[in-house]
Each structure stands twice: as structure tokens, then as C-alpha cells.
């Protein structure tokens, strides 16, 4: 019963909202009995404040830390003391505490029914706007919007080009101060905004594209897209993109760059999630066999497809699922990303466009890759068996597919795997490891894990991009499932011993 009524000031060094400032807590005593506790007093209060907040559209998140008489102003009153004990009916109590403006909460769609956006990347020159022109004009059953940004003079013919594909696309948002890995994220926010008004306003809309410069690193656009609620409530990242110039990629590839700084082909290359090896009608096909396989050691588990101006099927570029978690636990991404080395239905495409001369070469090299896939499934088979570790290393794998020495420092990716549970406790500490390693042991630019958490019947999806991570429940482990943990990760000059390590310490002993 409340047989209390005390009213409520607030400290003057607070800075209120207007709405809050506009009321005078005379009109609002706290009618409370003796016996609850002061902080339950607080509580009241914060919940009174939040909800005038809330109502005036400005909602905040209250939290008080200092509540005393105003009898008696110097003395804190112990959050666990009873009212009753320090308060007589009519008196007055001050308040100070952090008001802070409270996250926007956007209402949750399922993944399904948000709008997939495409990012389409490849080094300048690679055939992004052809491929471009090719998808808005070949078919007509998708509504597609593109954002576009232009970096510095563009020509005439250039120009014109643009033009013409845009004609086709249900709408265009250009951003034209620079390129989208440069400039703040703002930028890509807005355009995303633009979209979605005209999308409320009632526009139909299957797919967006944002096309990036050539010079555009991925990974701020991704990050943009992982980080901000607005866009990733109502939009879906289907996949990343890239075209590689079957003759320049791999010129673009071993382009010195300043030590602190990113090769673009490489994030390109390393982000993405599929690649359209472009421009096949320019190089012979021991030079598309080469730059296949250069691109398959950077990137172990993107698809590679083959294409000449651009041509390729549009379910290609669409449904991809890269960034979707309950998709990528169906993947089994080690034997995916094996499959993908010896992807020989690309491969085939691939050689059929080139020339039939290559096929002694091809026959070599996918002798010499099953040798090296058939080793590691029984070396697998084994260490399965055993319990032991089993440790793949994808760049050896392509080493010995391609002649390549295995220590190139530079990107490339390798996955772990093994049987048995990773102890919860553990979990942590080995994201934490991974999110903060040291420049000597390399930089992780992304990784994909299904892992088998000790006691705990999901699988569990992790994903990351950079410092930006993800994770999240998957399916349950059927009844009699194997408990195997997998992680690929493609990253920088890695310390590979030193990952296993981290990664063999998170199970049971
Ligand atoms: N031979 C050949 N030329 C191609 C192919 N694809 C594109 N091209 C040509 O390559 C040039 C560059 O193509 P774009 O589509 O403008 O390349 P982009 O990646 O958009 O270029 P930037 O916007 O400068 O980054 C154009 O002249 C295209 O016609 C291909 O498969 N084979």
C-alpha cells in the first residue's frame, strides 16, 4: 500500500531532453509504500522518464546513479536501504543519472523477405559495366536498382555507356564525390535510403547492385552493411562479386603496394564470394588455367565462373546466400572449398570456351590435384578416426596442384577442422584472439566456422569480415551426428601454427 508521496527533482548539471525539461515533476509525485527499496525507487523514476521520452518520440534509456533527500543533499542513499528509512510523506528527493538517447529498434523480417543487394567489385577495367549493361538489358523478369559511384572525370563514351544501361534500371542512385571505400559510409547509407523510401512509396523492387570503382576495397561496404540496424533490418547481403580480367588479374595481383596499405585486386579477390573470371576470349588456356588456380589459393570457397564479356546466367548473380547463416551451415565448407579447387564443372566451362589444346595440361593438373585431395582425405579419414586433430591446409593442397611454393606471405586462405567440442568458456577467448592479432601474426580478413559447442545442441555459425563479426545459432545436431568444428579463414601473411594452436586449445583435453 503506498502510504508515501514524494516528489522528484532532477540535478541541474543533467542535460534533460526538451520533453522532460517541459515538465514539472510537482504534478507527478512517486506514491510509494515505506518497505520497497531505494532502488526500486530508482527504478520507478527511470521507468517515468523513459515512457515521457517514449511518448514525445525522442526515447531515451535512463539510468540513475545518485538518489538523496533534499533534506540532506550531501548523502547518497544506499540503493539497498528501505525508503521508509529515509523518507516522510511529502518530502522531496534528487536525482542524477545518465539519460542516453535509446538505439532505434527496427521491426525484424525474416531474411527472406528482405531485399538482396549485390555488391559488384573487380579491378578497374575488369568488365563491371558490361556485366552490368548485360544484366539490366538481357532480362526482364527482375527489378533491379543499382548504385553506382564515380570516382573522378569520367569520358564521354563512358558517359554515354552509363546512360544507356541505366535506361534500364528501375532506379539509380549515383555517388559521385569519390570512391566508396574512401569516403564515409554515410554515403552508402543514404543510397540505400533513397531506395527504400521509393520501395515504401510502393516500387517494386527484386535486387539492388552497387557497382564500385575499380580502386574499391569490399570491406568497408560490407562492414557498412554488418554494423548498421537500419539497412540490415529491411536489406539482405546476397553476395559479393568480383570480375577478374583473365589477362590483367594476376598482373594486378603482384602489384607492389606500400606496406600499410591494401592491394585492391587482393580484398577483391579475397572477399568475395564468387568470381567471374571475365575476358576469357583474351588469353590462352594455360594462362585461364594459371590465374583460376592463383585466384583459388586466395580464395579457397568462392565459385569460380567462367565468362567472356560478361555473358554468364543471371541466376549467377542472384541467390547467392554468401552472408546468410542458415544457408552457410548447409555448405560444408571444407569439402566445398575442395570442390571448389577441382570445381570442375567451371573448369570445364572454363576450358570448353579456351581451347582444346588445353586438355593434356587440365588432365595433368587434376591427376596431380586428386593425388593431393586423395592424401588429404585419408590423412582426414585418419586423424577423424583417431580423434586427433585433423588440420587442412588448403595453400598446400594448392601447392601441389600448382607448383606454387606454400609460403607466400601474402593472402591466402587454409581451414582447420576437427573432431569433438569446443568448450563454451573457451569460445571467447579464441574470438577475441582472432579479433585482436598482433600484425606478426598476420591479419585475418575473413572467416566462416561451423562449430560444435560442448553441450549445446545447435550449430553454431560464426562469420566474420575484418573486425566485424557474426554468429548465431544453425540447425540441430541430428542424433549421432559427428561434433566437427571447421573454420576457414583467408587472411594476410597468417601465422598458421599459431591459429591451429589458438583453435586446438578451445576443446576438451
Ligand atoms: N575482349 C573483351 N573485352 C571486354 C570483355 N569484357 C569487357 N570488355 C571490354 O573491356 C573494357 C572495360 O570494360 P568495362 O565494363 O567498362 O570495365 P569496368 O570494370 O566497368 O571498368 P571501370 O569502370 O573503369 O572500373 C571495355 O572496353 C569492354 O568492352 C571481355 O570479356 N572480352
Redesign the pocket.
Known sequence: MADLSLTCWFHPGMKLPACLAAVDMKDYPFKVAGDILIMELMEKVEAFVEEVCDKSGEPVQFQIQVLWNSKNNKKALNPGDKVGGNFVDGDTFGIHGDLVTAPKSYPKIPDEQKLPVTILT????????????YILQEQREKKIAVIENEFGEVSID?LL?KKDKFAFAEKVVVMDNGCMCCTIRGDLIDGFRQILDEVEKGAKLDQIII?T??MADPVPIVRTFMTSEEISSRLRLDGVIT?ADAKNVLKRLDDEVEEDRVNEAYQQVAFCDKILL?????VSSEEAIQTKERLREINAFAKIVP????RVKLSELTNIRAHDMSNFVHADIEKEAMGKMANMGGMAAMVAMVAMVAMAKVTMLTALRTTAMKAMAAMAAMAVDTKVAMLLDMTVATAVATGRSRHDSRVNSFSVVREGEVLPEKLGKLMETLGTLPPEQGVIFRIKGILAVKNHPFKHVFHAVMDVSDEDDAEAWAPGEKRITKMVFIGKKLDKPFIRKIFEDCFEK
Not at 125 to 133: D, E, I, P, S, Y
Not at 278 to 282: C, R, S
Open positions: 573487380g579491378f578497374l577495367g575488369a568488365g563491371k559495366t558490361t556485366l552490368l549493361n563512358d555507356l557497382e570503382t575499380g570480375v571475365n575476358k576469357l576470349d583474351l565468362a567472356v564479356r560478361g
